[in-house]
């Protein structure tokens, strides 16, 4: 085993090393998301939340399973630990605008993101679902792992849908949104 410096590296492994080997690791796209309760009754009303990740994996099938990870301390992690019940909405090609959209780091509020998109209320959720995603998957958290700068959110889910078989999946790969084929 080798040894981690203080800095919590491996001897000879640079941010930039590590990070320029994993972009040679293609990843599909999703948009997770999930519904902020008001905080009092007498506030403004809750709002939806969302994030693109590409770090989202199956785990299990018994029980259904999946994998999410977050950002420490993002809005979405930060929800999260509060909020149980969660979406996932697998993007198509065609959706590399609402991929892009998302991925935006330090805004305020997400209330402006979702003005233009297509989405219904999950039934199990209340989280947006993306129309014209190529799957959708309602989540509950089953469990939260602190890893380095993330947390792994492990998540049952609760419903899962294939509402749109058209097109091909959005993916990213090198530091770009890209298509298959």
Sequence with gaps: MIPAPASGHAVGVSND???AAMSRLAAGVVLVTAFEPPL???????????MTATAFLSVSLDPP????????GSRMDDLLDEQPHWAVSVLSESQRHIAGRFAMKGRISDRLLFEDIPYV?????????????????ECRTEQSVPAGDHTL???RVLTASVPSADGGPL????GRYRQLG
């Design 40 to 50: 009092d009754s007498d506030g403004p009303k809750g709002e939806d939340v969302g």
């Design 121 to 137: 209320r999950g039934a199990a959720t209340g989280a947006a679902l993306v129309g014209g995603a190529l799957a959708t998957l």
């Design 171 to 174: 993916t990213y790969f090198r």
């Design 17 to 19: 090393e590590f990070r």
């Design 65 to 72: 399973l999946v994998l999410v990870s977050l950002r420490t």
């Design 153 to 155: 959110v492990i998540g």
